[in-house]
């Protein structure tokens, strides 16, 4: 596994907190799935939720918010990354182009009951896209791992 992967507690400092993560994200509301960021340098991003609990959570679905819909909270945190990270005005839009090596520890995020922490490390990059191990954790439990390929587009939908 390329660079390091870990659970890693985030520290009682925040960085960026849910209403500044909307700027960064074209999700609004319920969708907007981060409380925060906790730390985050040019290779990496720890981020944390607290809503996975919540009966209406959603991406739910028969009344269960299933393990898989970890990928979009490592998504949603390689975006803000991206956004953190570039030096264009402005976020950039993005898309999840790929996800590989995905393992699911656990069948249900909602059953969890410490709050989710979300680890992305970037392999590669450049200024269209980026590849991206993730894990999604609890702090005593990974639940959720693989990498991800994500493409950056400029305002209009075009890759810069």
């Known amino acids: 596994m390329n660079g390091p992967m870990r659970p890693a507690p985030c520290s009682s400092a925040l960085l960026v907190g849910r209403e500044r993560l909307e700027a960064y994200l074209p ?3 319920a969708m907007s799935l981060l409380a925060g960021v906790c730390a985050y340098d040019r290779d990496t991003i720890e981020c944390f939720a607290t809503g996975h609990r919540d009966p209406a959570h959603p991406l739910r679905a028969r ?3 299933g393990a898989a819909c970890a990928i979009e909270y490592a998504a ?3 975006a803000v990354h991206g956004a953190l990270c570039d030096d264009r005005p402005g976020p950039p839009a993005g898309a999840l182009l790929a996800v590989r090596d995905v393992r699911l520890q656990v069948a249900r995020l909602d059953d969890q009951d410490e709050d989710l922490l979300i680890y992305c490390h970037r392999l590669a990059y450049d200024r269209r896209i ?4 993730f894990l999604v954790s609890t702090a005593s439990q990974p639940l959720a791992s693989g990498r991800a390929t994500v493409q950056f587009t400029a305002p209009g939908g075009r890759v810069p």
């Open 63 to 65: 009344g269960r918010l």
């Open 76 to 78: 949603q945190a390689m």
């Open 130 to 133: 980026a590849g991206y191990r």
């Open 27 to 29: 999700h609004r509301d």
